[in-house]
């Protein structure tokens, strides 16, 4: 079935320094992408998402490309805030699983930026 | 504003009984779910639905029901066969005009 595997955490950064988060995706038909984003004790907030290949999803300074070829949707970020501190979510929806666009998780990376 | 309303944030639960957490959406869409969070494990898919009266398992059903009698509410019963209820639970609604999937603010059920 379908998977969603993401780099594990945690991950911690000083302010302003560059962010990466692997995702890489399998997948047996054409899935949209997305990223989650969840602040502590919430539910989760869509932060970007691309529907097909070669899309880029960008958001709040975030952004991430669907790479088919390599089945990845990588999020980056240039220059992180103390306010990005948070646990971030790589998804897929595959609309030919039955129709029913189920979500699939990877496990979540937890973000932590320092002063 | 549209959204999806939980309740209540924080749920406590004695061993052996049965509880339903509540879930409403006005945004007018037609498919609901219902995802297990616990830490280090993602989330995981416990039911679903895509129209009224009816509704699919997920990959972690077991010990939970649903039901779907209004298109704008799934509640979700935790039974006591649930061997391990103690997690975060967060419920999501899809809509085709916007293809987003919205989230609530989830429900801490705590067994005790």
């Known amino acids: 079935g379908d998977s969603v595997t993401q780099m594990e955490g945690p991950v911690t950064l000083s302010e302003e320094a560059f962010l990466t988060i692997n995702c890489t995706y399998t997948a047996t038909g054409y899935p949209s992408l997305f990223w989650y984003v969840q602040y502590p004790g919430e539910g989760l907030q869509l932060l970007l998402k691309a529907t097909k290949a070669d899309d880029k999803g960008s958001n709040k300074g975030f952004e991430a490309t669907y790479r088919k070829e390599t089945t990845s949707f990588h999020l980056e970020k240039g220059s992180v805030q103390v306010s990005d501190s948070a646990v971030y979510f790589c998804?897929?929806?595959?609309?030919?699983?039955?129709?029913?666009?189920?979500?699939?998780f990877g496990k979540g990376t937890k973000l932590t930026v320092n002063p | 504003d549209g959204g999806i309303t939980q309740s209540p944030k924080y749920l406590f639960r004695k061993e052996g009984q049965n509880v339903t957490l509540s879930c409403e959406q006005n945004l007018n869409h037609d498919a609901m779910y219902w995802y297990r969070q616990d830490p280090g494990q993602g989330l995981r898919l416990i039911y679903y639905?895509?129209?009224?009266?009816?509704?699919q398992k997920g990959d972690i059903a077991e010990g939970y029901s649903v039901s779907r009698e209004k298109k704008e509410s799934f509640p979700l019963t935790v039974t006591s066969a649930q061997k391990n209820p103690t997690a975060f639970y967060l419920c999501?609604?899809?809509?085709?005009?916007?293809?987003?999937?919205?989230f609530g603010s989830g429900t801490r059920l705590t067994v005790v």
């Open positions: 998804a897929l929806s595959d609309p030919r699983q039955g129709g029913s666009e189920k979500l699939v």
């Open positions: 639905s895509q129209i009224v009266n009816d509704f």
């Open positions: 999501a609604s899809f809509g085709w005009g916007d293809y987003g999937y919205t």
